[in-house]
């Protein structure tokens, strides 16, 4: 759900924050006073493309910021989490347009791409209007709307499954053929085995390796180091270590006899002293342990030579050639046994082929029951909506793929005749904004709560209507707020009256300056405006309870 939208220097808004509330919020103004502004500001959000003439007069760039409540949007969830763009359930969509033309966008504070932004606005946000793009002409979509009104989520499963299945064995029996008459493929494989066999090893080996190849390469520097430690320790200086140790226990011992309060630190001299001739011992164990092996030295070198080769040959760490040796070894495998694999995964695929049939064929039937049972529903909404005669009738294609596809084995395609006795026309093809946007209604209303978008904007759905049509639509509307929020932008008071929510669009001048304002009204101030937009210059008692009546009437439902 959308809940805020902040824009700044867009057209001839100077700086607005919206609040949103669920249901159905309406959008009311004079002619030219910018209705359609919040409308424009959604869908350069929702990634259309810009340039620098939306930004107002004298600025040098427009700021335009959505902020929408997830709850609900499990979809756009999914997508953010899958993107790395989620924050705690956080959804805010940003974008800077600049006067020189370049566009940046954010979601969540962090740079995306258009193409991003688009793709996520799919999962919140719908928009119908007179000549916007919007989801219900792209044709997936329309299958999507059908199998979602048919409750069709199990059968589409059960196709999905084994097509998706079957293509994975396909690829992996590609890869088999392609390899299955190449000895040389295997024995390039067996030679790169047999060297990884022989020289990867562990990381604990690895490991132990190197340190073995340290020490062997600093073995004089070794012998030398202890050498000279073994002399500070033990040796025949008279300064060595257990000489002066020895020296100053004795001393300490006859000053213990005149204060027996340093008999404590007299039996911590003997301790230090056990301890330093068992480092001197421990250290003389050590150099007899040392040796200088340049034979054994020169093997390490060349085996640590051999496996920064295969390492580079590899392309992979050292530590990760023993995992490698591992893949290889599956790889030969498969390649000496590619005969029978290839012929049980053709057998595989054949049964999942049959499978895949049966499933398409439950699908099919259910698809063309919900497809006679969608075409009635929207073409009754249709003649409720002003378009009287009109049908709607789902179309169903066998798909062009010859294999086994996810999405059943038929396309479908949403076919409209706006009035009697003109022939059904794909949706896309449709060339009146009015008539496409009441079709969309329509839809949206037999359809209500079965896709997952949490907002739908409508701009000027009653262009060219009104009297008890424009009610009925404005009661349609209100009817889709009841289940998700919807925003339409309005010019008729019958519409008006069934919002839930009402924003006033007015146009001043301030020091030669041209300013939109946008402001949510209060119950007196609807009142009036459902007034002005019944009664014109001149606003009666008369016009103000009729206002008043309608109001009171929505609320009734």
């Not at 808004?13 to 910018?34: H, K, M, P, R, Y």
């Not at 040098?60 to 953010?80: C, K, Q, S, V, Y």
């Not at 005669?389 to 706006?418: H, I, N, Q, T, Y």
Request: proline fraction near 1%; glycine fraction near 8%; charged fraction near 30%.
């Amino acid at each position: 759900m959308l809940r805020s939208l902040y824009v700044k220097d867009f057209a001839i808004v100077g700086e607005a924050d919206i609040n949103f509330q669920a249901g159905l919020s309406v959008v009311t103004g004079e002619t030219g006073a910018g209705k359609s502004l919040l409308v424009d500001a959604l869908l350069l959000l929702s990634g259309a493309r810009s340039d620098s003439s939306v930004i107002r007069h004298g600025c040098d760039r427009a700021e335009l910021t959505a902020d929408f409540d997830l709850a609900d949007a499990i979809a756009a969830r999914d997508w953010l989490a899958a993107e790395e763009l989620d924050d705690d359930g956080a959804c805010q969509l940003r974008r800077v347009i600049r006067a020189e033309g370049s566009s940046r966008a954010w979601i969540n504070g962090r740079p995306v791409t258009l193409a991003q932004l688009s793709a996520l606005s799919e999962h919140l946000i719908e928009i119908h209007g007179q000549h916007e793009h919007q989801a219900l002409l792209d044709r997936n979509h329309q299958l999507q709307l059908l199998d979602a009104f048919g409750e069709h989520a199990d059968a589409l499963a059960a196709v999905r499954l084994p097509a998706r299945r079957w293509r994975e064995i396909g690829q992996r029996m590609a890869g088999l053929s392609s390899h299955a008459d190449h000895g040389e493929q295997l024995a390039l494989l067996e030679r790169q085995l047999l060297d990884l066999d022989r020289y990867a090893l562990s990381e604990a080996q690895l490991a132990e390796l190197n340190e073995m190849h340290k020490r062997l390469a600093n073995a004089g520097q070794l012998v030398a180091g202890s050498n000279s430690v073994a002399e500070l320790i033990d040796g025949d200086s008279e300064f060595a270590l257990r000489r002066s140790l020895a020296r100053a226990r004795h001393e300490l011992a006859k000053l213990a006899e005149i204060d027996p309060g340093l008999n404590a630190t007299a039996e911590l001299l003997e301790s230090l002293e056990i301890q330093l001739g068992e480092a001197a011992d421990t250290l003389s164990r050590y150099q007899d342990g040392l040796e200088l092996d340049p034979e054994r030295l020169q093997e390490l070198d060349a085996q640590l030579s051999k496996l920064h080769e295969l390492s580079r040959r590899h392309r992979l760490p050292v530590h990760e050639l023993k995992n490698r040796a591992e893949e290889l070894r599956g790889e030969v495998d498969t390649l000496r046994n590619a005969g029978s694999l290839l012929q049980e995964l053709e057998r595989e695929r054949t049964a999942l082929a049959q499978d895949y049939r049966k499933a398409a064929q439950t699908l099919t039937t259910l698809r063309q029951q919900t497809a006679q049972r969608l075409g009635h529903e929207v073409s009754q909404l249709m003649g409720e909506l002003g378009m009287s005669g009109g049908r709607f009738e789902v179309d169903l294609e066998a798909s062009s793929k010859d294999e086994p596809d996810a999405l059943g084995a038929e396309r479908c395609e949403f076919l409209v005749s706006a009035n009697q006795g003109q022939s059904p026309r794909p949706l896309r093809k449709v060339a009146s904004g009015g008539e496409l946007s009441r079709i969309s209604l329509a839809i949206e209303v037999a359809a209500l709560g079965l896709d997952e978008v949490g907002t739908m904007v409508f701009d000027e759905v009653d262009s060219g209507i009104g009297g008890a049509v424009a009610e009925v639509v404005g009661q349609k509307l209100r009817r889709l707020g009841s289940t998700r929020q919807a925003l339409c932008v309005t010019h008729l008071a019958q519409v008006a009256a069934q919002g839930h929510q009402h924003f006033r669009v007015s146009k001043a001048s301030r020091d030669g300056e041209t300013f939109t304002r946008i402001e949510a009204l209060d119950d007196k101030s609807r009142r009036d405006e459902i007034a002005r937009m019944l009664g014109g210059i001149e606003i009666t008692k008369e016009t103000l309870a009729h206002a008043r009546q309608m109001l009171e009437r929505a609320a009734k439902g």
